[in-house]
Nanobody
Framework: QLQASGGGLVQSGGSLRLACAYS????????MGWYRQATGKERELIAG???????NYADSVKGRFTISRDYAKNTVSLEMNGLKPEDTAVYYC???????????????WGQGTLVTVSS
């Protein structure tokens, strides 16, 4: 239902762009976002976007990451700049009918894509 792509290995300070294509009826998906999970840590929501194109970011990525949504292509992207080794994690796209659902327990998940940032 959600297909993520774009992970890889990048040096510290570099950039990567993640993309997530979704096949569910767009009329039901009002909130989309990106979670990440580093080894030994809990999965955390780092960026979200709702249908009004309002965005929100975790403090750890604010100013470096940008989430965007293309309604025509049914995709949501995460542009990651100024990557740091601590950004190394498996990144997951997620979606839900409501912003609260996206935060608490998204109904839809993509498969993870690994981002590794070397120092």
């Amino acid at each position: 239902q959600l297909q993520a792509s774009g992970g890889g290995l990048v040096q510290s300070g570099g950039s990567l762009r993640l993309a997530c294509a979704y096949s569910e009826s767009a009329s039901r998906i009002n909130a989309m976002g990106w979670y990440r999970q580093a080894t030994g840590k809990e999965r955390e929501l780092i960026a979200g976007i709702i249908r009004t194109d309002t965005t929100n970011y975790a403090d750890s990525v604010k100013g470096r990451f940008t989430i965007s949504r293309d309604y025509a292509k049914n995709t949501v992207s995460l542009e990651m700049n100024g990557l740091k080794p601590e950004d190394t994690a498996v990144y997951y796209c997620a979606a839900d009918e409501s912003p609260l659902g996206l935060i608490r327990s998204p109904a839809y998940w993509g498969q993870g894509t690994l981002v590794t940032v070397s120092s």
